[in-house]
């Protein structure tokens, strides 16, 4: 069953502003991730947050981690036309190294 | 690069041919990873090898076989697929105890 679920489906904002993205999961988790994927490529790693973590920052992204509503947000500030990609959030539950992907978010950042 | 690399990049194939797919990564890690990606879906993950022994098989058919010879190397062979396999494979890596994985650029199948 899936388990990461993506919302918005589809993003589309001006350069300059920012997005906004979430993600709901079903089960327990050690940690969750994002991950930034451009047209046909492979999928780059973003963050990660833990479980016992709330909030993580990196340059311009910013996760949020709600265990107990078992969502996460990304939030991509001052969006820049080469952030246009799909973005997608995976679960990590146990240390087997097994990740579980969302569908994930396609962001348009139109210049 | 993220040190992953997949050939070939694109691949078409008759439903009766036989090609395998490569991953290689030079990342000094220890565990493996074969993903299909379709359009629309959430990524599938079809195979696991950690030290060089599958330890997960998604309920894959068959049709598509693993192979991974050390730990850095990692093949996937193809054989009578259906139109339906059509999709992104895509590899990834990781160190065993660790949950970020990195991914290869991925091969896009299509089959005939």
């Not at chain 2, 950690?50 to 054989?79: G, I, M, Y």
Request: net charge positive.
């Amino acid at each position: 069953s899936q388990q990461g679920e993506e919302d918005p489906q589809a993003l589309s904002i001006q350069e300059g502003e920012n997005a906004t993205m979430n993600c709901s999961y079903k089960t327990s988790i050690n940690n969750l991730q994002w991950y930034r994927q451009n047209s046909g490529r492979g999928l780059v790693h973003l963050i990660l947050i833990r479980s016992n973590e709330r909030e993580k920052h990196s340059g311009r992204l910013r996760v949020t981690l709600d265990t107990s509503k078992k969502s996460s947000s990304l939030l991509i500030t001052a969006s820049r036309a080469a952030d246009t990609a799909s973005y997608f959030c995976a679960t990590a539950g146990s240390n087997t190294g097994k990740l579980i992907f969302g569908q994930g978010t396609t962001l348009q950042v139109k210049p | 690069e993220t040190g992953v690399t997949q050939t070939p990049r694109h691949l078409v194939m008759g439903m009766t041919n036989k090609k395998s797919l490569k991953c290689e990564q030079h990342l000094g890690h220890n565990a493996m990873y074969w993903y299909k990606q379709s359009a629309k879906k959430p990524l599938e993950l079809m195979f696991v090898y950690n030290f060089k022994e599958q330890t997960e098989n998604n309920s894959v058919p068959s049709r598509f076989s693993p192979e991974c010879p050390n730990s850095s190397h990692l093949f996937l062979h193809l054989h009578t697929l259906q139109p339906e396999d059509s999709a992104l494979y895509l590899c990834a890596s990781s160190q065993t105890g660790t949950d970020t994985q990195y991914f290869g650029p991925g091969t896009r199948l299509t089959v005939l």
